[in-house]
Structures are given as structure tokens and as C-alpha cells.
T-cell receptor, first 114, second 114 residues
Framework: DVKVTQSSRYLVKRTGEKVFLECVQDMDHENMFWYRQDPGLGLRLIYFSYDVKMKEKGDIPEGYSVSREKKERFSLILESASTNQTSMYLC?????????????FGPGTRLTVL | AQSVAQPEDQVNVAEGNPLTVKCTYSVSGNPYLFWYVQYPNRGLQFLLKYITGDNLVKGSYGFEAEFNKSQTSFHLKKPSALVSDSALYFCAVRPNQAGTALIFGKGTTLSVSS
């Protein structure tokens, strides 16, 4: 089974801190994704990566950056955390291609910015 | 703009009754369609997907979904609901082109009473 793990389930940070959210998948997937989930808004795509060192902006990239130095790891970075970035963050990975391959999700990191 | 709509924030059914969770989409071409389920404090789990062919797709935990191209809908169904089906359900679509991520609806909370 595909396993996607996220470094923390719960995280509390202060405004202005630099925050790193780590995601690791063990199925050699080329594609990886970061979403944030907010009540009533569903999942919104922040960034995704086709392959190592490649990244594409999603729908809401402002205030975030990403890093993909190794195939299995995709990091989300909040350069200067703000209270409006309090949210649930979900990482996912997928087999590449144009087919209907499903995305596999990690358990999520609930981030609170005070 | 491409989008997914889940018109009901919440669906309430009694255990043993059939359930339907609605989804409509606005995506060009012939997209791939998915349903995911999220239990409290967990990541998203894949339920089923439609690629092509038979309009009725069967998935995990006894769920099925009916694709209707003319109505651009992909409603999730189950003949007999269980209390354990209570969760948050997301419909998602992926445009049929390379390099695209899933577009999610806002989610529907299913509550099954005993």
C-alpha cells in the first residue's frame, strides 16, 4: 500500500516564524501535491511538483514556497507565518501521466498560528 | 473557470436507508471523476473513480456513483447506510490533460443516525 506521511499531526507556531511542513511518500511517485483544507472551502491546491526540483503554483500559492530535492520528499514552507495560514495541510502523491490515477493523501498537519 | 459543486453542506439519513451525496462539475472535455471520504482527524481516503465506460461505478465500502454526462453530475450512492458511513465526502475532478491536479468540491458532511 502507498504510504504518505507528514512530519507532524499538530503544530503551533507564532506569527512571523518560518514553518516547515514535511511530506514523504514511499511509492516512488513522481507527482506530489500540497493542499490546505478549510471548513466550507474544501481543499485548495497550494503547490504541486511533477518531479524532483520541479514545481508549479496551484490556486493559492501566496505566502508559501516548496522544495523538492528528493523524489520521496516534498516540503511546504511558510516564510513568515500569519494567523490566516491557520489550517489543515494535506500532502498527496500520485503516479504520473494523463491517466486517472488517484491521489494518495497523508494524515494531515493541523497548523495553528498564534 | 473549472469547478466542482457539492450543493449540500450536510446530508442526514437514517441507518438502513439509501443515501445520495450530490456532485456536479464544470470542466471542459471528458474529465476523470473521483470520490474521497474523510473521517475525523484523518486524511482523505479514495472511494471510487470514473474513467470511461459503464456509467455506474462501484467502489469501496459498498458505495457506488452514477455518472451522467448530459447533466455533468457524478452522484455518490449507497443502497443501505451505516452509522459508520458518517464522515465528510469530497467529489473531485481531474481534467483529461497532462499535468493537472484534482479540483475538489467543498465537501458534504454525511450524518447517519441509528
Amino acid at each position: 500500500d502507498v504510504k504518505v506521511t507528514q512530519s507532524s499531526r499538530y503544530l503551533v507556531k507564532r506569527t512571523g516564524e518560518k514553518v516547515f511542513l514535511e511530506c514523504v511518500q514511499d511509492m516512488d511517485h513522481e507527482n506530489m501535491f500540497w493542499y490546505r483544507q478549510d471548513p466550507g472551502l474544501g481543499l485548495r491546491l497550494i503547490y504541486f511538483s511533477y518531479d524532483v526540483k520541479m514545481k508549479e503554483k496551484g490556486d493559492i500559492p501566496e505566502g508559501y514556497s516548496v522544495s523538492r530535492e528528493k523524489k520521496e520528499r516534498f516540503s511546504l514552507i511558510l516564510e513568515s507565518a500569519s494567523t490566516n495560514q491557520t489550517s489543515m495541510y494535506l500532502c498527496a502523491s500520485r503516479e504520473p501521466g494523463q491517466g486517472a490515477n488517484e491521489q494518495f493523501f497523508g494524515p494531515g498537519t493541523r497548523l495553528t498560528v498564534l | 473557470a473549472q469547478s466542482v459543486a457539492q450543493p449540500e453542506d450536510q446530508v442526514n439519513v437514517a441507518e438502513g436507508n439509501p443515501l445520495t451525496v450530490k456532485c456536479t462539475y464544470s470542466v471542459s472535455g471528458n474529465p476523470y471523476l473521483f470520490w474521497y471520504v474523510q473521517y475525523p482527524n484523518r486524511g482523505l481516503q479514495f472511494l471510487l473513480k470514473y474513467i470511461t465506460g459503464d456509467n455506474l461505478v462501484k467502489g469501496s465500502y459498498g458505495f457506488e456513483a452514477e455518472f451522467n454526462k448530459s447533466q455533468t453530475s457524478f452522484h455518490l450512492k449507497k443502497p443501505s447506510a451505516l452509522v459508520s458511513d458518517s464522515a465528510l465526502y469530497f467529489c473531485a475532478v481531474r481534467p483529461n490533460q497532462a499535468g493537472t491536479a484534482l479540483i475538489f468540491g467543498k465537501g458534504t458532511t454525511l450524518s447517519v443516525s441509528s
